[in-house]
């Protein structure tokens, strides 16, 4: 999959691993070069899921992170139903990581197979806290709460 | 004591052992032992360090202590220091044209200064960032895809040569 619709990044110099999962942390496709530790790669998808939920939850649409490390970055791309992690060396342009998105991601997204797919996927991520608001009761409560304080401050 | 020169390493250069003199006549950490047992005059400082696992730190501090010792020649001299070909922003500019019409040279021209660049001195690894700021100027999202997917087929030929 990735091969397929992110030719580039399997092929630009120092990019070390790409890794595609679902917003339910489900690995949909990895790539690799042969010395990257794949162990690492589920607890990624834990970390940027959080992320991107924490993100979604307060409707900040935060679309990218990226993240330095020792020996190169973590860039991670939101496509709503899925999330796209790339490794890279210090070497690689964010820029040139991001043009490729650019011009690959709508190819991936219209895709029919990827749509079909991205159809069975719940819209929130794994975990997300859902929306909750109070209802009518709750709201006098705390609006008799508050009247009382604020009342008894004026008495005082 | 010889002075020592501060080199920046960077990951595209590459090295070979001098033949001025040899490993044996200086005394070398088992770090630099391993570097030194990789020169081969093919592989990158960054491919060297990949290899042996070694921190931007290390790597840094490691190839200069063998340059300094005179360990070491420059087989290949860092990418940054070549410029790309004028031609590339020429074509460039003409595919912004067919976007945005002939306002392009100026936004070209405003782009290379925001990088505090020219058309002779752009350095490949400015190109994507570029491209990016150009991109901008594109308001209609499929015209700004097209030309984004030209540039992109150009960046790409580059790393291939």
């Known amino acids: 999959m990735i091969e397929t619709y992110f030719p580039e990044l399997t092929r630009l110099p120092g990019v070390e691993a790409v890794v595609l999962f679902d917003n339910q942390k489900k690995v949909r496709d990895q790539w690799t070069i042969p010395q990257f530790n794949t162990t690492i790669i589920p607890e990624l998808a834990e970390s940027y899921i959080q992320i991107f939920g924490v993100s979604d939850r307060l409707k900040e649409a935060t679309q990218e992170v990226v993240v330095p490390f020792e020996r190169g970055i973590l860039f991670a791309r939101n496509l709503e139903k899925f999330v796209i992690v790339i490794v890279a060396r210090l070497s690689v342009e964010i820029s040139l990581l991001r043009l490729i998105l650019e011009v690959r991601v709508p190819d991936f997204l219209e895709d029919r197979k990827i749509a079909k797919m991205g159809k069975r996927i719940p819209a929130s991520k794994f975990d997300q806290i859902n929306e909750f608001s109070l209802d009518e009761k709750e709201v006098n409560f705390i609006q008799q709460l508050t009247g009382t304080a604020h009342g008894g401050k004026e008495g005082n | ?161």
């Open chain 2, 1 to 161: 004591m010889a002075e020592k020169k501060a080199i920046e390493i960077q990951g595209d250069m590459i090295f070979r052992l001098s033949r001025k003199r040899s490993p044996q006549e200086v005394k070398l950490k088992s770090l630099e032992w391993a570097v030194v047992t990789q020169l081969n005059g093919e592989k990158t400082v960054e491919q060297i360090a990949d290899i042996l696992a070694l921190s931007e730190e290390e790597t840094q501090e490691i190839f200069s202590h063998l340059m300094n010792e005179g360990l070491l020649e420059l087989v290949r001299a860092p990418e940054e220091a070549t410029f790309i070909d004028p031609q590339l922003l020429s074509d460039l500019e003409y595919q912004l044209k067919l976007h945005v019409g002939p306002v392009a040279s100026v936004i070209l021209d405003d782009a290379l200064a925001e990088l505090h660049k020219n058309r002779q001195n752009l350095e490949r690894k400015f190109l994507p960032v570029l491209v990016e700021i150009l991109s901008q100027e594109i308001s209609n999202p499929r015209k700004r895809r097209e030309f984004q997917k030209y540039a992109l087929d150009k960046i790409m030929e580059l790393y291939k040569s």
